[in-house]
């Protein structure tokens, strides 16, 4: 099952694919999301890092399934039904981001983009861009490179 994302952004504006994991809000740029999906089944990998949870084939390419709980020490999933995957781009090869579930595209303004908290955890200190208020929540943005470097890359 597959959903394509498409948005139109105006100046100053920078659209996110929104997701879930552990009640903690993320996102990524839209113009880095090649694909949403619900994955059928995911092939292990013997001895591979703990953040990739294996292998999906996706439309005949196979593309390397990197676990965003483990990848930000959040813990076990703990829902009901099947998880999501974000799929993104990164150097030329698919990636996709095993995530608890995906929500809207929003469109942010860059000014209201805030650094990293002093407070933020290190290790997302590392992978985030930044931080927004999205309503009554913090949408924390994720930059794809530094999340995808696991041991020199997945």
Known sequence: MSDHVQTHIGEG???FVTFSVADHYFGVP???VQDILTPDTIARVP????????L???RGRIVTVIDVRTRLSLGEADISGPRKCVTVESE???YTLLVD???DVVSLDEVCREPNPATLDPLWCDVASGVF????RLLVTLDV???LNIRGKA
């Not at 001895?47 to 294996?54: D, F, I, K, M, W």
């Open 13 to 15: 504006l920078t659209a």
């Open 30 to 32: 839209v113009s880095r």
């Open 47 to 54: 001895l591979g890092p703990a953040e990739v949870r294996g």
């Open 56 to 58: 999906i084939n996706l």
């Open 92 to 94: 030329g090869e698919f």
């Open 101 to 103: 579930g995906v929500g």
């Open 133 to 136: 208020r999205a309503g009554d």
């Open 145 to 147: 490179e530094r999340l």
